[in-house]
């Protein structure tokens, strides 16, 4: 057989996109302290607190929005899936190499885009701030190296979790471990989770629609993972009003309520 001496080239590896699920919040000072308790730290804030950007010492951040200045329609307590990216052209760039579509327009504040899942949903890329247009920059010190963001994404068992892992791959999460049918955990290091979890009647549904440029947002639940002793952070919660407990079933997890009353898992570190 004669091979192709010149064979095309291979997509250039995506860059370090990190998660970053966006909460839109009833009490968006109350889930930022919150947040803090688990052990984030802010990078960027507003004056009263309404607008957070923090970050995990292990991997991952967590945006939260006041629900009543939603441009989406978000009501309080949806959870949107959005990615961090250094720069939003290399980014989109990179991942149409591997054959996704993506958008990018700019915005007042920089360049934004959308990259297209497996079922047309969108996941918003969303660049660093260089100008921080009034708002208050921090560096993060402090966030706690033992915990990571979780986004936990309804997935079925077969094609379309198999969708799922393609799409999570092309964005450098890549899989840990076999996993089953009822969860498979993907990972990137230092940009967090992704959690492919069977569907339950209390998840949201996959994706919403904006009638915006937005699209049809994808939604996660918001999720982490931690290397902290389990009792002892599920006592450091309780302490700071979030009453919290270990709970052992077939995984083991910290069960607690955030502020906006929706339940909230922190399970062990995957390995990976």
Known sequence: MIQNPNPPAAPAPTPVLGVLPLR????????????????????????????????????????????????????????????AVERTDEAADALAAHDLEVRVWDET???????????????SLNEQ??????????D???ADPRLAVCVVRS?????EREADVRFFAALGFTPVGPGDRWWQALAAPG??????????????????????????VALVRLGFETAEDLEQLAARLTAAGHPARVVREEVTAVHVTDPDGLHLEIHPRSRG
């Open 24 to 83: 839109f919040s009833a009490d968006a000072p109350a889930m930022i302290a919150f947040l803090r308790t688990l052990g984030m730290a802010a990078e960027v804030t507003t004056a009263g607190e309404d607008f957070a950007t923090l970050v995990a010492g292990g991997g991952g951040r967590v945006m939260v929005h006041g629900a009543d200045g939603s441009e989406t329609g978000a009501v309080p307590g949806e959870t949107q899936l959005c990615l």
């Open 109 to 123: 504040y920089g360049r934004q885009g959308v990259v297209v899942g497996p079922c047309g949903e969108t996941v």
């Open 129 to 138: 701030q260089r100008d921080l247009y009034g708002y208050e920059g921090h």
């Open 155 to 159: 997935s079925e068992e077969g094609p």
């Open 140 to 142: 993060g010190d402090g």
């Open 191 to 216: 940009a967090g989770v992704v959690g492919l979890h069977a569907p339950h009647p209390d998840a949201p549904a996959g994706q919403r629609a904006t009638g915006t440029e937005f699209g049809d």
